[in-house]
Every structure is written in C-alpha cells, then in structure tokens.
C-alpha cells in the first residue's frame, strides 16, 4: 500500500504531505495512469503530463471551494483520481461509468463539463463574474493547453478578462502539443519564452528600473505610457501583459515546490493572471514520451512494449486521406486544411508529400472553413478535413462564407456518427441536421470504405459546396458490397429489392441494413435495402415511387431524428402526401452518453433485435 492507497483520503489531506510524499505520491498516480488506461483505452500522455501540476493545485488552492475549470477536460484525470474517483478507472469511457472528461453530475468538484477546447477561460469568467455579484470569496482557475490557445475562443476571453480586470488565474500548460505538434504564431511566441530563462530575472530588473524613474506618486497617465513603451521595449515580448494580465513564469511544471510557489503568488495577487507552466507530454513512461501523440487517446494497450493489443484494420480516415494524395499527385490544385489534426484525420502521407499545400491551422476550425473558402475563390480544390463534432464550431462559415457564395469546398466529415467511449461532446449525430437545411450544399455518405474512394474521385469534378461524412474506423471485415462507381446527385442505390418495404440506410447503417434485412427474412418479412448515398438532395422519384407501390419505407441514419436522412424523406413523402407508411429509426432528441458503440446502438433503440421488432409492428402482422 502506498500514499495513494493508504495515506490520501480526499483534497485536503494533500496539504500534510512533505514534499517528499508528494513526489512519491505523483510516481504512484503516474504508475496507476499507465496501468489503469493500458487496460481500458484512454487519453494517456495529457494526464502524465500533469501530474506535478494537478498535485501542486491541490497543495495550492482549497478544493471546498475554489474552482478548477479544465480546458478539453481530457488532462482531468489525475484531478479525479485525487476527488475519490480512482476505484472506478476500470470503468473508465464506459456505458455508465466514468466519464473521460470533467462532468458535474458525477462530481461536486467538477464545476464545468467540457470536451470541446479553448472554452475554459470563458466558462472560468463567467464563475469568477458571478462570485463577484454574489459578493463570494473564492478563486477560479482555468487550466488551459498551449494547443487550446490557437482557438480564437480562448483569445477572445483573455481579450474580455484582460479589459475588465476580473480577479482570475489562468494556468497555461505549455507542453508544445495539442494532439499533433502545435502550429502557427501563438505557438512560436510561447516557444520564445520557453526559451528564455532570464525572462522573469529581465522582467524584474526592468520593473526596478522603472519604478525608480523620477516623479514619484504624482506620475500621471502620460508618464504610465512612457513606462510601459520602456518595458516594451526592454522585454523580450509582452503579449499578455499588454492584454490586461500578469505574466507569472515560465516555471517548471513537473517542480512542485516552484509550481506550489507561484501559484501562492497569483492567490495572493489580485485582478487577471497567467501562470506558464511548461510540462512534458507523456511524461514518465518511455513509449509515450517518445509517441505523445499516439498515446493522446489510445485503445488498450501493452504496457511492456506500448503496442496496441487489437489494432484495427484499414480506416475510413486512412482512405479518404491515402485517396486524397493520390488525387493530389495528378490535379495540383487540389489542397487539404486540417485544425490541428493531421494524423487523425488520415493527412500524415499529405503533409509528408505536399507539405505547401496542407494548411494545420491550428485548433482554429472557423478560420479553417473561411480559409478553405478563399483558397476556392483563389482557384483552388480545397478539402476540409474535420471531425463531426468539431465542425460544429464553424456552423456560421458554413453558411456565410460558403454556401452563400456556392464556392466549390468539400467538407470532409471524419467521425460521423457515433465514436463510443469519448461521450457526449464527441459523437457525431448533429451533423446531418444543422447542414440539411442549408442551400447550396450537397451532402453525401459512402456506405463502405471503398465508396468513400469512388465518392472522392467524384467530388474532384463536382463544383460547388459538397459535404462528405464518414464514420470513426473501419467496416466489419464480413462486409464486402459492390461499391457504387458512378454519382448522380439525388440518386439512390437498390441493393436488394424486397416485397414487404424497402430499409432506406445511409452510410455506415447500410452494413446494418443489409444484416437487418437478413434476420427480417427470417422472420417472413422482405424488406429490401436502399443505399441512400446522398443525404441531400434525395430521390424524390424512388421514394414516391415505393410510396405509390405501397411499399413501406423505414429510414436508418446514425444521426439524430431531427433535420436529418429520415426527414429528409419524409420531406419528400410528404410532398407526395404519403407519409403514412414511413418509419424513421435514429437517435431520438437526447445526447448519447459514452460506451462501446454497439452497447449504445442497444440502449438507444438501434439494437438488431429492437429494430426488427419496430420494423414488424410497422409492418403488421402477416
């Protein structure tokens, strides 16, 4: 039994501990992280980064009552292991356990849900504003990543925070990564002071310096320009003391005695701070260290030899992202804009072999959407690659600076659907229903990794706005549907016909129409199966053609009910008032929790067995 095990019982009893014993104490969290997440899967390398620090706040602050806002929230797992939550890690990203972000249902010391990047400094003003109105006493912290600084969010808050002067203490943990390695100017900045070690010793002497500067207390407004263009000139850079903030740093993160210090001075200071803390990703387990990036979010894994105990087979993202250089060999204007994400979204060979024409805009997905937008009025064949969830940031881009202009941009929609163990903030059931309803675009789903080929191929001659999504992974290896080569936009593929009504599938549920269809007939139901390649426009003809038949129809999407394929059908049907024998089966109007993606299709009503029995009660008995 260790400290962990035996001495640490809840927050306060952090602040007995010798520095020793919080040392020993951040060695067994660190042990415990990589043996507990080797089993279940999980964002590894951003809470080995944070040990020291996550130890250091608890050694700072009083967690009964000050509040702890993280950024993202996948670094928070060192901060619920030291809440009480450490027993539940063997459920951890599991249906009805633990979540892998901060949630406020399972914890009082969890103050704000996140899983989305760059809100914290927001969320954390927003408390630190209502604290002041109630007239409490307590501090607010934000923990924020340097990769969450390139989002325009986080900037627009240290804007708001910095003009107000609110008592605030932002923690930036500066490990140079966000998933990949960081890109762009804040980034560069931020590696200029990492750099220099004289910067807070410079800081000092120039403030000396100043302060002994003639005219004492009567020195007016004029005199406070002159001494801060001085220290502007003198100091190396003063981004965020020239936004409203105090720069404290940079200290070393994984330094408990000098990151317990200077968090003591902030506390102690009032109005806006920032503390730059520099950490190291992956710290203290050698295959992490060396692959930050892979052990950002890993699958189960062995800890001996840091390979993936099940490694999947080929993904949709390697697709899109082995066809799209392919494409690229031969149309040179054809270019890709990743947020931050180039390995997750399949760019790796892209960025290898067109390093010009791969722009990583950094967390940054509005300007990656408007970006795209000039690159096409430039010319040029822009792909966006962005994850479902994400995309939802540049909703008004989309709009605005795309759509309206019907500039020809393909929005490649990677994680579409649902991803299972990330929860709520990550899985991908909007996105079909915030992008149907705007004109000018087109959207489509391949229903098999090799039609995602053949749709890409299709997308380099199509012009206008084109959305593509696609889901997390691969097909299940028994898949093996002959791919549509050829699109019409509007068209729709009959893959089987049937007697009873046709299954109208989309995507990665076609796989599952066409198992479904299967068991129907078992049941002496036919029902056929429809590959419903384009969300938008659909098949007017086909529907109102099985409408008139009087064939049933019943739509399946990986998408909420609400704006999406399913209405889209009925849209038509009831443009043909024949609405009576169409049933839609999605994801109803609720958020689906974390779990493995076919324990969630049971809870959520699309089980096999609970489709087929909806399907019969539809159908009516034979």
Avoid: W
């Amino acid at each position: 039994m260790g400290i962990l095990d035996d001495g640490y019982h809840k927050p306060e009893d952090i602040k007995k501990f010798t520095l020793e014993e919080l040392y020993a104490l951040s060695d067994e969290i660190r042990s415990f992280l990589v043996e507990s997440v080797s089993k279940t899967g999980g964002h590894l390398a951003p809470n080995l980064g944070v040990v020291e620090l996550t130890v250091s706040m608890f050694n700072v602050f009083d967690l009964e009552k000050d509040k702890i806002i993280y950024d993202v929230g996948h670094q928070s797992y060192v901060h619920k292991i030291l809440t009480g939550r450490k027993k539940g890690f063997e459920t951890l990203r599991q249906f009805g356990g633990i979540s892998g972000f901060p949630k406020r249902e399972e914890s009082r010391y969890d103050i704000f849900d996140t899983g989305h990047s760059s809100t914290s400094i927001s969320a954390a003003l927003g408390i630190a504003r209502a604290r002041d109105l109630k007239g409490e006493d307590h501090q607010v912290v934000a923990v924020i990543g340097d990769g969450a600084l390139t989002g325009g969010m986080a900037l627009e808050a240290l804007n708001d925070v910095g003009d107000k002067k609110t008592d605030l203490i932002v923690i930036l943990n500066d490990n140079q990564m966000s998933i990949s390695r960081n890109v762009g100017g804040i980034s560069t900045y931020l590696s200029q002071l990492r750099g220099d070690k004289n910067y807070e010793k410079a800081k000092k002497e120039v403030q000396d310096l100043v302060d002994r500067m003639p005219l004492g207390k009567s020195i007016n407004k004029s005199m406070d320009r002159v001494k801060e263009g001085i220290k502007s000139m003198l100091l190396p850079d003063m981004l965020f003391e020239n936004m409203g903030l105090t720069y404290l740093g940079p200290v070393d993160g994984h330094n408990i005695k000098e990151v317990s210090k200077i968090l003591k001075v902030a506390k102690e200071m009032k109005g806006p701070k920032l503390v730059h803390v520099i950490t190291k990703k992956g710290k203290g387990y050698k295959n992490s260290e060396q692959r930050p990036d892979k052990f950002h979010g890993t699958p189960p894994f062995n800890m001996e030899n840091g390979k993936t105990i099940s490694p999947g087979g080929l993904s949709y993202s390697a697709v899109f992202g082995n066809t799209l250089t392919e494409m690229a060999k031969e149309n040179r204007d054809i270019v890709a804009v990743v947020a931050a994400m180039p390995d997750g979204t399949g760019l790796t060979s892209f960025k290898e072999l067109f390093s010009k024409r791969l722009f990583d805009v950094g967390i940054a997905e509005q300007h990656a959407v408007t970006l795209a937008a000039g690159l096409a009025v430039g010319g040029l064949k822009p792909y966006v690659a962005l994850y479902s969830t994400f995309l939802q940031r540049a909703f008004d881009q989309v709009i605005h600076d795309v759509c309206i202009q019907n500039l020809d941009v393909t929005l490649c929609i990677d994680r579409a659907g649902l991803v299972g163990d990330d929860g709520e903030t990550h899985q991908g059931i909007l996105d079909l229903s915030f992008l149907t309803p705007i004109p000018n675009l087109t959207i489509m789903a391949p229903k098999s990794l090799e039609e995602l080929r053949y749709m890409l191929y299709f997308s380099e001659k199509f012009r206008g706005p084109l959305a593509i999504r696609y889901p997390r992974g691969g097909d299940d290896p028994s898949y093996h549907p002959v791919p549509l080569k050829e699109f019409v936009p509007g068209k729709f593929e009959v893959m089987k016909e049937g007697s009873d009504g046709y299954l109208y599938a989309t995507g990665k549920m076609v796989s599952r129409a066409v198992h479904l269809s299967e068991m129907l007939k078992e049941k002496g139901y036919d029902y056929g199966v429809v590959n419903g390649c384009f969300i938008k426009p659909v098949d007017d003809h086909l529907i109102r053609s099985h409408l008139d038949k009087g064939y049933k129809i019943v739509t399946m999407e990986d998408n909420m009910l609400h704006g999406g394929f399913g209405s889209m059908v009925m849209e038509s049907a009831m443009g043909h008032f024949m609405i009576g024998n169409l049933l839609r089966l999605g994801y109803n109007d609720q958020f689906v929790v974390q779990g493995a993606v076919e324990r969630l299709y049971e809870e959520y009503g699309l089980g096999y067995d609970a489709m087929m029995q909806k399907i019969i009660d539809f159908t009516g008995e034979k």
